[in-house]
């Protein structure tokens, strides 16, 4: 059975930093590329970051150069660091496994930027 579990959201005040983790297991990770994508109310699903088997990064141009996501395969875990916080950046989000046509989703953390 295949689980993304992901964790490390929560409320911040803008301008500060937080660190989501999204731990897999029943794939072999290291194959894998990794997203994280988020989604505020009422508007749709974005990619925010991504990260190939080969460790590869891409961002997307809202979030370049504050957020950096990284992998660590010995513990089949992929992290979103995410510094400089704003307000915009307030949404669920959610971690993908995706490889050839085999897609996988965890149920989502929160983050809220707010004073």
């Known amino acids: 059975q295949v689980q993304l579990v992901e964790s490390g959201g929560g409320l911040v005040q803008p301008g500060g930093s937080l660190r989501l983790s999204c731990a897999a297991s029943?794939?072999?990770?290291?194959?894998?590329?990794m997203r994280w994508y988020r989604q505020a109310p009422g508007k749709e699903r974005e990619l925010v970051a991504a990260i190939t088997s080969g460790g590869i990064t891409n961002y997307a141009d809202s979030v370049k150069g504050r957020f950096t996501i990284s992998r660590d395969n010995a513990k089949n875990t992929v992290y979103l660091q995410m510094n400089s916080l704003k307000p915009e950046d307030t949404a669920n989000y959610y971690c993908?496994?995706?490889?050839?046509?085999?897609?996988?989703w965890g149920q989502g953390t929160q983050v809220t930027v707010s004073s």
């Open positions: 029943g794939i072999i990770f290291s194959a894998y590329a």
């Open positions: 993908n496994a995706k490889r050839i046509i085999t897609d996988y």
